[in-house]
Nanobody, 124 residues
Framework: QVQLVESGGGSVQAGGSLRLSCTAS????????VGWFRQAPGKEREWVAL???????LYADSMEGRFTISKDNTKTILYLQMNRLQVEDTAVYYC??????????????????WGQGTQVIVSS
């Protein structure tokens, strides 16, 4: 049974930083495409960043340069370091996992396994 548990969300002022963590169990993270999505109120879930099983990273355009995704295969933990946060980054952030290669154009439907989400609130 694959389980993902996020932590690290919270409230921060614009320009600040947060680091999200996602602890995985029930599978070996190194064989999976893992990543982060987010969903703001009234909006569809969108992908933020992915990290492939070979360590390559992919970022949505608006996040590249501000967010950094990484993973610790030994501890099966996925991270998202978020810097220079903007009010528009306010959302529930979810980690996701799927066995095999990362999709070229990621969508929610590409991933079977999800965490419960962690709230990030950025105030001006």
């Amino acid at each position: 049974q694959v389980q993902l548990v996020e932590s690290g969300g919270g409230s921060v002022q614009a320009g600040g930083s947060l680091r999200l963590s996602c602890t995985a169990s029930g599978y070996t993270i190194r064989y999976y495409c893992v990543g982060w999505f987010r969903q703001a109120p009234g909006k569809e879930r969108e992908w933020v960043a992915l990290i492939a099983n070979d360590g390559r990273t992919l970022y949505a355009d608006s996040m590249e340069g501000r967010f950094t995704i990484s993973k610790d295969n030994t501890k099966t933990i996925l991270y998202l370091q978020m810097n220079r946060l903007q009010v528009e980054d306010t959302a529930v952030y979810y980690c996701a996992a799927e066995l095999g290669l990362c999709p070229v154009r990621p969508k929610s439907a590409d991933f079977r396994y999800w965490g419960q989400g962690t709230q990030v609130i950025v105030s001006s």
